[in-house]
């Protein structure tokens, strides 16, 4: 079954570290990932997409098929990037694309 | 501005009583869905919509019905609320296609007592 797994619900660092969100999928075919992140009060919005290799807000995120995994990094961490993170699945099933989301994963920069 | 708008952004409402969320776009998007947000289970699909008169059944449908009449809404009804259905609402739209991203609006805080 399509399936996207984040397995920490928070993750709390100081300013500047290194900063790693997993993110692990199942799916039988190609698959087409993204992040989302929601800040504190405000509608989601796409982060980036594995299709475009992409670097936002000195995010970067590189797709492991071998390991199945999706992580979102970013070297130095900053307090404004404090927000809920999801990682999503693109589904194809014929005539529906259906996005699939993790359940997130809240990052928390400390001062 | 291109952008997927929501109303009421907050509700409280007493058990049973119907009640709709409005959801607006104006990227001219044939994709529409609805999402229920809650602590520990993301975000779940409770019905979507391919276009115009087409509608179908996401994750989590039980409880609830929409409508797509014209292109641009897609509102959902809850015709007999009940208190499980306290939760952060989202309504998101996009073209058809991978790589078209979903957009989303700012969210209804809906809580039924």
């Known amino acids: 079954a399509q399936r996207v797994t984040q397995p920490e619900k928070l993750l709390s660092v100081f300013k500047g570290a290194p900063v790693e969100l997993k993110c692990n999928y199942s799916?039988?075919?190609?698959?087409?990932l993204f992040w989302y992140v929601q800040y504190s009060r405000q509608r989601l919005q796409l982060l980036l997409r594995?299709?475009s290799r992409e670097s936002i807000k000195g995010f970067t995120a590189d797709l492991n098929k071998g390991e199945t995994s999706f992580h979102l990094k970013k070297p130095f961490a900053q307090e404004e990037d404090s927000a809920m993170y999801y990682c999503?699945?693109?589904?194809?099933?014929?005539?529906?694309?259906?996005?699939?989301f993790g359940t997130g994963t809240l990052l928390a920069v400390q001062p | 501005e291109a952008q997927v708008t929501q109303n009421p952004r907050y509700l409280i409402t007493v058990t049973g009583k119907k009640l709709t969320v409005t959801c607006s776009q104006n990227?001219?998007?044939?994709?529409m869905s609805w999402y229920r947000q809650d602590p520990g289970l993301g975000l779940r699909q409770i019905y979507y919509?391919?276009?115009?008169?087409?509608?179908d059944k996401g994750d989590v449908p039980e409880g609830y019905k929409v409508s797509r009449k014209e292109k641009r809404n897609f509102p959902l009804i809850l015709e007999s609320p009940s208190p499980n259905q306290t939760s952060l609402y989202f309504c998101?739209?996009?073209?058809?296609?991978?790589?078209?991203?979903?957009?989303f609006g700012n969210g209804t805080r809906l809580t039924v007592t």
């Open positions: 998101a739209s996009s073209g058809l296609g991978g790589n078209s991203p979903l957009h």
């Open positions: 799916y039988s075919g190609s698959p087409e």
């Open positions: 594995h299709i």
């Open positions: 999503a699945l693109l589904n194809y099933g014929g005539a529906t694309n259906k996005l699939i």
């Open positions: 990227m001219n998007h044939e994709y």
């Open positions: 919509s391919m276009n115009v008169e087409v509608t």
